[in-house]
């Protein structure tokens, strides 16, 4: 069967950011198509295509005569993200007090062991995929599709961004949401929704201090 270039695109834009997620493509880096074309063992025109979308979602710019340039992420970008986020909580634990949502405590507690795990194994990517994966969770006890798609846009991204983070301050301390969630999971096992949302907020304000300096998760 012939693949369309639309199907090999997709492949090579999938391929991208999944080394984007791994911190394999840095902010800085300059890539080529001639590069990526060998990469990916396909044609120039697939991985023009790739990049095009790929500069859409704000992963990559093109400098003429120059190359690709992986971009970054400001820190303003991210710590926006996780205000969003984190309001979004906030709205499902004084939804959760009213009795007008259900958490799945079951579900909540396999992800928090998945992130333990992968923390105790210093797996900084699975680490990562999990806490976002808990978050997701709890937004998902609202039903409300409009915030899982803004949830799921900015999974990626922030996925990249610890990720790239991560590598470039491997002295620094990490796997800081491991510690947040379990608390956040321990207050909710208590049905003690006021005291869930203090530890959402000090997440918050703990990013948002490693925002600050530089540092993100």
């Known amino acids: 069967m012939t693949m369309t270039t639309s199907s090999l695109s ?36 697939p991985v023009r295509a790739a990049l095009s979308r790929l ?9 003429k005569n120059r190359g690709i340039l992986i971009k970054e992420l400001s820190g303003k970008e991210i710590l926006d993200m996780f205000e969003v986020i984190s309001s979004l909580q906030v709205f499902i634990m ?11 405590l079951q579900a909540l507690e396999r992800v928090l ?13 699975a680490y990562t995929g999990h806490s976002l ?13 409009a915030m899982l798609a803004m949830i799921d846009g900015y999974k990626e991204k922030l996925m990249w961004a610890a990720v790239v983070n991560y590598k470039r301050t491997p002295l620094h301390k990490h796997y800081s949401g491991t510690d947040v969630n379990t608390l956040l999971f321990e207050a909710l096992q208590a ?19 490693r925002a600050f300096s530089g540092m993100i998760v």
């Open 55 to 63: 500069e859409s979602d704000g992963y990559v710019v093109s400098l």
């Open 94 to 104: 004084e939804a959760a007090s009213l009795g007008f949502v259900t958490l799945d």
């Open 10 to 45: 997709d492949q090579i834009y999938a391929g991208m950011k999944r080394k984007l997620a791994q911190g394999d493509y840095l902010p800085g880096m300059l890539l080529s198509e001639n590069e990526l074309a060998a990469e990916f063992g396909m044609s120039r025109t």
């Open 113 to 125: 062991k998945a992130q333990i795990e992968a923390t105790e194994e210093k797996d900084y990517p």
């Open 191 to 209: 049905g003690d929704y006021a005291l869930a949302k203090r530890r959402i907020l000090e997440g918050w304000a703990a990013i948002r201090q």
């Open 133 to 145: 994966e808990f978050t997701r969770l709890l937004i998902e006890a609202a039903h409300n599709e």
